[in-house]
RNA sequence: GGCGCCGUAGCCAAGCGGUAAGGCAACGGAUUGCAAAUCCGUCACCCCCGGUUCGAAUCCGGGCGGCGCCUCCA
């Protein structure tokens, strides 16, 4: 099955054809960094984070690039506002960013390139539309024709005229054409500027993308992506103007993620399918309006991640399609940590029988060197057939526009074989020999082959607070011992006191044939 | 007003013309002293009405309902 993906420039699914035959270009618009990042601007970052580990695995050279767009109005009025430099303001925000990263796991970014780096490149640009006909200085800015562009507003099925018969674009007298947008901006006194031909002043919004898309990736890229509400106008003008400067093709590819959605803007969250009596509403709403981004917006590493692990927050992202909205509720995200639990377990399990941690294994990277079920296939035919069976379906699913909802179930189709393997080989206390932990082992390092390509189970979950603590080591030693006394002289009511008691207080025990175990919820 | 998306079980969600993946929850069973974990099993008239087709959740038309963009929000 070829890969196919969906864009939105021709609204359907094409057949993936690179520029270069091997070889991606990717570029994602990034954030202006004028404020901390909230988990809506993790999504663009993830998907493509996810996209970009999956054409690894599929065998493409991959070159991903995210900017930084660090000089822009909404900088130069929060840094005033907030008495820093814009300059300060950003590198804060930009730091705030990369940590969230991160965290989130998205670690496959071949370049940020900044946008004030790339002044001079935005310049050239800029002269040689002038120079085109495509723009024309006015008073010191620099104004993008739209009339000059034929087929303007081909990305987001607008035209000019329509816009026009809409009340939302104010008359501006001095532009030719009221939907021209501005390339070049002069200053005020006191505000970021570069010199420049037509005086000093700083870039429009969204020359920097076309400008460094251009430079570090080339004229032509393959995919280019972003949040759905970015389409118009800035990707439209994006568009406009990389073509009109180079007269080549801007990108194959036009990719649009879904938008994250706060309970409370969702209607079916807030409308008639509301629940009553949900008590941890107020806090939801509290880091809603966080999403939202209006007053008090916190990062997200403390209104999320507070909450839950970055690893279940990646998943929840990667549980639906990637161009649907997503809705963002402390109770969607719980069910996502819950229904990952069962993997981590099985993890333990393994490392329990084998003396190897599962995080640890060399799973492949790429779908040629895919790992080997020879081991299991000598032991359970029937087991490796139907594991490589959902290894086709895993990269059917991501082969079809990136399809990780559909992905992320073959996952737990898988979890369910191995563990079923693991009855198998430890039924009745046994311990799995050495033909068994293999096929044990082969078939983990498969699982978390396919899991890694979406950018999950890379490490284990981390402890809770308070988790290392020898004193709680101690004591739930001392405590399980004398329970174990208990349950030797069966007395029953002692053994279920100790343990009833431990489960209100977080703590988990199991009585198994190889003797007890216990885990902090 | 213009452009576009969506409506599948209690909840999340895949499905892209051939007779409904997966997860959470729930309920049976195996297992267990009882549990937990795990495994097995049960659980969907695909928003409504027409149409096309041998056959539609999937295509077309019309409703109803929800959402986004057209305001320098990812």
Same mark, same amino acid.
Do not use: C, W
């Given at each position: 099955m070829p890969l196919r993906v969906y864009s939105t420039l021709s609204r359907q699914k094409e057949e993936f054809q690179t520029v270069e035959p091997g070889k991606v270009r990717m570029y994602l618009c990034g954030?202006?960094?004028?404020k901390p990042a909230h988990i809506g601007h993790m999504v663009g970052p993830v998907i493509f984070d996810t996209i970009k580990r999956y054409l690894t695995y599929a065998g493409y050279d991959v070159t991903f690039v995210v900017n930084i767009t660090d000089v822009d109005d909404k900088l130069i009025v929060k840094a005033q506002e907030k008495g820093t430099t814009v300059k300060a303001l950003a590198e804060q925000m930009t730091a705030d960013y990369f940590d969230n990263l991160k965290l989130m796991g998205?670690?496959?970014?071949?370049q940020f390139p900044y946008a004030t780096d790339h002044i001079a490149d935005m310049l050239a640009m800029i002269a040689r539309l002038i120079e085109k006909g495509h723009a024309y200085p006015l008073e010191g800015d620099v104004y993008f024709a739209?009339?000059?562009?034929? =087929?303007?507003?081909k990305l987001s099925n607008r035209s000019i005229a329509q816009m026009m018969a809409g009340t939302r674009v104010e008359a501006n007298d @001095?532009?030719?054409?009221?939907a021209d947008f501005a390339l070049w901006k002069s200053s005020k006194p006191g505000e970021p500027a570069w010199d420049s031909p037509w005086g000093p002043g700083r870039p429009g919004w969204h020359i920097e993308c076309s400008a460094m898309s251009a430079r570090i990736?080339?004229?032509?890229?393959?995919i280019h992506g972003g949040g759905l =509400?970015?389409?118009f106008p800035h990707h439209e003008n994006e568009l406009a103007q990389s073509e009109s400067c180079s007269?080549?093709?801007?990108? @194959?590819y036009w990719l649009h993620n879904g938008l994250m959605q706060s309970g409370r803007q969702s209607g079916k969250v807030g409308g008639q399918h509301s629940r009553q009596g949900d008590a941890p509403a107020s806090e939801e709403d509290q880091i809603a309006g966080k999403l939202a981004g209006?007053?008090?917006?916190?990062s997200v590493k403390s209104a999320v991640f507070a909450h839950h692990p970055p690893e279940v927050v990646r998943f929840f992202l990667l549980s639906?399609?990637?161009?649907s909205p997503i809705d963002f509720s402390l109770e969607n995200i719980a069910a996502t940590g819950k229904s990952l639990e069962g993997f981590h377990r099985l993890f333990e399990e393994y490392e329990r029988i084998s003396g190897k941690s599962a995080y640890a294994?060399?799973?492949?990277?790429k779908r040629t060197e895919t790992t080997s079920l020879a081991a299991v296939e000598s032991l359970a035919p029937e087991v490796a057939a139907e594991l490589a069976s959902l290894r086709d379906r895993f990269t059917e699913a991501m082969d079809d526009d990136f399809n990780t909802g559909g992905a992320v179930a073959t996952l737990f189709d898988m979890r369910r074989v191995i563990n079923g393997l693991v009855n198998q080989f430890t039924a009745a206390g046994a311990k799995p020999d050495a033909a068994q932990q293999a096929a044990l082992t082969a078939s983990v390092k498969l699982l978390m082959e396919l899991a890694h390509t979406l950018g999950?189970?890379?490490?284990?979950p981390a402890k809770a607070?308070?988790?290392?603590d020898d004193l709680v080591e101690g004591l739930m030693q001392l405590i399980l011992d004398i329970r174990a006394d208990a349950r030797k002289s069966k007395n029953w009511p002692v053994a279920d006191k100790i343990r009833d008691a431990l489960k209100t207080l977080q703590v988990v025990v199991e009585d198994r044939p190889d003797g007890v175990r216990w885990s902090r919820g």
């Open positions: 954030p202006t960094v004028y998205v670690d496959s970014v071949d739209v009339d000059s562009d034929a =087929d303007y507003g @001095r532009k030719r054409n009221p990736l080339g004229d032509s890229i393959d =509400d970015l389409m007269g080549k093709p801007f990108a @194959r209006s007053a008090g917006a916190e639906t399609h990637y161009r294994l060399p799973a492949p990277t999950v189970f890379r490490t284990p607070a308070g988790q290392q």
